[in-house]
């Protein structure tokens, strides 16, 4: 009787070692060159900015450390709220008026019924292509109640308006002129993102037999609303931001533009006038915070409205 021998076990193959795959630095190759440029242009200032609000420069001692020592100072600083509380009523009141005028001035070139639709459309957005410094002098000069405008008029009918450009009006004035230059920027952001709403809901809306005004309350206004929280928050910026008008018609004016009258201008002041780069530098930074906070509650309450 023969039997069979047993097959010697297979001995297993050892698995095959998963290599690694190899890192690719195409994509930071790509975005380096911007990563670089962002570090060295928004970077860096910040941080250099924080670094000089830490210290103070001192006639003995020099350069030493203080710590928060000018942000206590500048959150006591009348100065600085004083100019805070001008640029938030400019704010308050200057952004709601511009905001609705280019709304209003989008929906006419948007309906269709305006005749000459694309010369008003350029004429609206051109003062947006004037320099801020040259509105401000061409707007100065017709305030100027000597040899501008103004002055013209109260000799050409024998009376006598107010000088827009005295303590009281000067504010409203400055808003003028940012309403002039930006109220067509804000218009084309408006008219872009009603170019995009689909021709279905208006056809829909003509035939359930809505008019001209329920067609913009219940499908134009809702359908930009987003449109309208990104120019509100540019608005918000651009206040806090003021420095250039003020600036510029400080010339005309130096006993209604003080050197306080905006944050920013006040923080000019300190760097180049008063040579206190430090506390010009906290001033700065709580700017760019307050202008954070805020704009970013803007947002939040614009996307909760919208959801």
Do not use: C
Request: hydrophobic share 50%.
């Amino acid at each position: 009787m023969t039997t069979s021998a047993a097959p010697a076990p297979v001995a297993a193959r050892p698995s095959p070692r998963r290599s690694r795959p190899r890192r690719s630095w195409t994509g930071w190759a790509f975005i380096g060159p911007f990563m670089a440029v962002f570090a060295l242009v928004f970077l860096a200032p910040i941080a250099y900015s924080v670094y000089l609000s830490l210290f103070q420069d001192r006639l003995i001692g020099g350069n030493t450390f203080v710590g928060l020592d000018n942000y206590v100072r500048a959150l006591t600083d009348a100065q600085f709220w004083s100019g805070l509380g001008r640029v938030s009523l400019f704010l308050v009141v200057q952004v709601p008026v511009m905001l609705f005028l280019a709304l209003l001035a989008a929906l006419a070139v948007d309906s269709g019924r305006l005749y000459g639709r694309d010369f008003f459309r350029i004429s609206i957005f051109l003062p947006y292509a004037v320099p801020a410094v040259v509105a401000s002098l061409m707007w100065g000069f017709m305030y100027g109640t000597r040899f501008g405008l103004v002055g013209n008029v109260n000799d050409a009918l024998g009376v006598s308006l107010p000088d827009p450009l005295s303590p009281d009006l000067v504010l409203a004035s400055i808003g003028n002129i940012v309403t002039w230059e930006f109220v067509g920027y804000n218009m084309l952001i408006f008219y872009s993102a009603l170019r995009v709403v689909p021709i279905s809901l208006y056809e829909a809306a003509e035939i359930d037999g809505a008019g001209q005004l329920r067609t913009i309350t219940a499908i134009k206004l809702p359908a930009i609303r987003g449109a309208m929280v990104i120019a509100t928050i540019f608005s918000i910026i651009g206040s806090f931001q003021l420095f250039n008008e003020p600036s510029i018609l400080q010339k005309l004016a130096p006993n209604a533009i003080t050197s306080d009258f905006t944050p920013n201008l006040f923080t000019y002041s300190l760097a180049f006038a008063g040579q206190q780069h430090n506390y010009a530098a906290t001033v700065a930074i709580v700017m760019g915070l307050i202008t954070m906070v805020v704009a970013y509650t803007v947002q939040l309450r614009g996307m909760r409205k919208g959801a």
